[in-house]
């Protein structure tokens, strides 16, 4: 079971990018998928999250109205659209599959972890 993210960079402030998350191994049309997020010097915390179906998301305050998750099960692949770029959101993000088919905001309840991908914002 492998999850692999890409799609990281370095970019200005107001920038976009758009991270991918691509999951070999077994299926996970079935599992909600997330995005977390690592900044030097602190704690992994959540971005973002999606159910199973991609009915239903959530989003860290932080990020609301300029992130957007989605997924392409027949692809077994999950995306982070981050737009207007901040130098706050510089962390290394993290794609991860919890074997539940609702929302999974939680760390400690995903199973499946990527590698990361690093995203630098300069301001």
Do not use: H
């Amino acid at each position: 079971v492998q999850l692999q993210a890409f799609g990281g960079g370095l970019v200005q402030a107001g920038d976009s990018l758009r991270l991918s998350c691509a999951a070999s191994g077994r299926t996970f049309s079935t599992d909600s998928m997330g995005w977390f997020r690592q900044a030097p010097g602190k704690e992994r915390e959540f971005v973002a999250a999606i159910t199973w179906s991609g009915g239903s998301t959530s989003y860290a305050d932080p990020v609301k109205g300029r992130f957007t998750i989605s997924r392409d099960s027949s692809k077994n692949t999950v995306y982070l659209q981050m737009n207007s770029l901040k130098p706050e959101d510089t962390a290394v993000y993290y794609c991860a599959a919890a074997r539940y088919r609702s929302l999974v905001v939680v760390s400690t309840y995903y199973n499946y972890w990527g590698q990361g991908t690093e995203v630098t914002v300069s301001s």
